[in-house]
């Protein structure tokens, strides 16, 4: 399951796209107040960061549909055409991502709440539909359950929309949607940090520095093959 960052905050943009394998970063109106500041030049510095092939995610701030179109519009033309406009999935959201995607703009349908919402915005011709996994647990809802029904509905029907699971406040819930068939999922800092760190891993690692150096003092295996080529 591919993997984006879910924050606007430059520094833990520039740290995971350097050492975690992310395929893009996603935004909305919440996360994008918390940097607050200059809205537009931080979208340029989180491109800028992450290079011009990977995804950008935006979601749009207009409610009507001739200003979500004209939004929708001037964002891609300032963040580049591998941005995805986020739109809500509402009756209007819908008619903006049918009016969008026929003409070749990549929308991801997001606060999805429901397998029904997600078919329709599949329907609609979302690239990607947005379930929000923790606030459905939260409701006392299946979010993971949620994502996998979508996904089969979409595979079952052969679309190429695909799920990009969000809304995580566990490393478990990811785990969870990854193997129940979601293509994608977006996870904030510290969730994506909990993926990866582990407590034996640490331990181990320390272990085999210290049978190492007792073994072999300071050398490595790079120092010696260096020393054999002298
Ligand atoms: C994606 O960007 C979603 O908007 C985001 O994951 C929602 O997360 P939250 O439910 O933690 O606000």
Redesign the pocket.
């Known amino acids: 399951m591919r993997l984006l960052l ?1 924050t606007a905050n430059l520094s833990d943009i520039r740290y995971f796209n350097e050492y975690y394998p992310i395929e893009g970063v ?3 109106p ?2 994008l107040s918390a940097e607050g500041g200059n809205v537009l030049e931080l979208l340029s510095e989180i491109r800028a960061i992450i290079g011009w092939d990977k995804e950008l ?1 935006v979601q749009v701030t207009e409610k009507d549909f001739d200003r979500i179109i004209e939004e929708a519009i001037a964002l891609v033309s300032f963040l580049g055409e591998n941005t995805y406009v986020k739109i809500p999935a509402t009756d209007v959201g819908l008619k903006a991502t049918k009016y969008l995607s026929k003409r070749g703009y990549k929308i991801t349908v ?1 606060a999805i709440l429901s397998e029904a919402q997600g078919m329709l915005a599949a329907n609609a011709g979302a690239s990607y539909v ?1 379930p ?1 996994v ?2 459905l647990d939260n409701l006392c809802a299946d979010g993971v359950g949620t994502v996998k029904q979508i996904s089969d509905i979409l595979s079952f029907s052969g679309q190429k929309t695909q799920v990009l699971a ?2 995580f406040k566990t490393a478990k819930e990811v785990l969870d949607v990854a193997a129940a068939g979601c293509h994608c999922a ?1 996870v904030g800092s510290s969730v994506m940090k909990n993926l990866l760190s582990h407590t034996t891993t640490d331990t181990s690692i320390a272990r085999f520095d210290s049978d190492w150096k007792q073994a072999f003092g300071d050398v490595t295996i790079l120092s010696l093959l260096n020393e054999g080529k002298k």
Do not use: C, E, F, K
């Open positions: 879910d996603t935004t909305n919440t996360i995610h997001t947005a929000y923790s606030r969000a809304s977006t």
